[in-house]
């Protein structure tokens, strides 16, 4: 499982919007530079907590949960060797 280009793509340029264009659209005032800077670390953080998601999901830490019985099974198709399950 590898990475989508187009979701990658499309959450760049979501969070690029909100980081670049539309702190250009703040109305001037007194706080306009805090706006500013709070709309671009806002899209800083979001777009990395987003690519930490989803990059984990492509080599996850916990696998599936397996029977027993499915886990001699493996065994004895990759090893060669059979091994009888116990009752």
Known sequence: MG???LAVIFFTGL???VGFVLPT????????GILQLVLMLTAA??????LCCYMAQMNPL???KLERNTILLIASEWDG????PDA
């Open 3 to 5: 990475a989508s280009a």
């Open 15 to 17: 969070w690029g919007g």
């Open 25 to 32: 659209f703040v109305p001037k005032g007194p706080n306009r």
């Open 45 to 50: 953080t979001c777009w990395l907590f987003w």
């Open 62 to 64: 916990i696998g599936p």
């Open 81 to 84: 060797n059979p091994i009888e």
